[in-house]
């Protein structure tokens, strides 16, 4: 494994573009099927192929149907589907560490990731009851939390070739939609793309600041479509609290 150097500004993340997420759920697949095979015990499942399954998975996408608002150019537009991935941000001012009673949770000083020790977990959930993202998954065949690692057990790791040293859920995106870096650098790939795209906080007023970052989706540039998405897309630049206070926002005005 590579070693880093203690007190860097690197805050490495993701960054997720809805523009170009499917929602195929590839991402998530991969995540649990690395994270089962690889990092300890396996992310359990209950239930599996019954009526009622359920499960531990690190990485989630939920899917919404919104319904742009009607335009004089366009008085009966579509209903659009987001689709909306979601793991752990990796918070700089992490809630889910603060309230951790044994220590558990903690915050990488190397790199600002957010990792269990899941030898001092007692499965209490109150970190779970802290993250205002729901971004935390109580384990329950082993009682201990499980979150997103960044998968730490890859992109440091030099017995892996050097194309996969990011995540799995970066590596396995067909649609290019999830990118990996060190978002405390201004001059990264990442930081760029945050910077051109108007890249996003999720829900910012929590005060958390999440180190990922999410890409809106952008107005289409064709006759046919730029009416289709721009009155989703305008909210998003002009209110404060994110795309999912956007998202209630457009839900509310069915
Ligand atoms: S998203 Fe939730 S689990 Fe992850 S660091 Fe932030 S508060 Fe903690
Ligand atoms: S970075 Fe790794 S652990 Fe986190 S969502 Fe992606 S695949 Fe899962
Ligand atoms: S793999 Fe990529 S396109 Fe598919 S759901 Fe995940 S982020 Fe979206």
């Known amino acids: 494994m590579t070693t880093l150097p203690a007190s860097t500004n690197r805050k490495m993340g993701l960054v997720i573009d809805l523009d170009t997420c499917v929602g195929c759920h590839a991402c998530v697949v991969s995540c649990k ?38 335009t004089s150019a366009m008085p009966h537009p579509a209903a659009q589907l987001v689709h909306f991935p979601k793991s752990c ?26 990792l269990v ?64 870096g060190d978002l405390g650098d201004p001059d990264s790939d990442v930081s760029r793309l945050v910077a051109d795209r108007g890249g996003m906080d999720l829900m910012p007023e929590q005060g958390t600041k999440p180190v990922n970052k999410y890409l809106p989706p952008r107005p289409r540039d064709t006759l046919d479509e730029v009416d289709i998405l721009a009155p989703l897309l305008a909210p998003v630049a002009e209110e404060p609290k994110g795309f999912l206070g956007w998202l209630d926002r457009t839900l509310e005005r069915l």
Request: aromatic residues 8%; charged residues 25%; contains cysteine.
């Open 33 to 70: 099927g690395w994270n089962t095979e690889n990092y300890g015990a396996p992310l359990s499942d209950q239930d599996p192929y019954g009526a009622d399954p359920t499960g531990t998975f690190l990485n989630r996408v939920h899917s919404y149907e919104v319904q742009p608002l009607a």
């Open 89 to 114: 941000l990796h918070c700089e001012d992490a809630p889910c560490v603060t309230v951790c009673p044994t220590g558990a949770s903690y915050k990488r000083v190397e790199d600002g990731i957010v």
């Open 117 to 180: 020790n899941e030898t001092d977990c007692i499965g209490c959930g109150l970190c779970a009851w802290a993250c205002p993202y729901g971004a935390r998954e109580m384990d329950a065949a082993e009682g201990v939390m499980k979150k997103c690692t960044l998968c730490v057990d890859r992109i440091y790791n030099d017995n892996l070739p050097e194309e996969d040293r990011v995540p799995a859920c970066v590596r396995t995106c067909p649609a290019g939609a999830r990118h990996f």
